[in-house]
């Protein structure tokens, strides 16, 4: 199954903006990784930007769970680009 790349851009003031939305986001995180589409997620340190990694059928599958994410409709992910990944290692 392809893998994909995901780069994200977080909002101005992140940590104070996601409360809300916090544990609703990891819910659905935890769900991702549970049914095998969501290899790992996570922050930059400077909590400026987030990268993961999703192995699904195709680009519109991992787009489609991005944005549903509480993250994305709540506009603390406001950007984001997926980029098919070829795993060389």
Known sequence: MPKFIMWGTYCENVLEKRTPYRQAH???LAKQKEDG???TIGP???LTKCFGIYEAADEATVRQLIELDPYWQN???TDYEVKEWIQAV
């Open 37 to 39: 589409v969501l290899i």
């Open 44 to 46: 930059t340190k400077d």
């Open 75 to 77: 506009g603390i992910w």
């Open 26 to 28: 990891l819910d659905g």
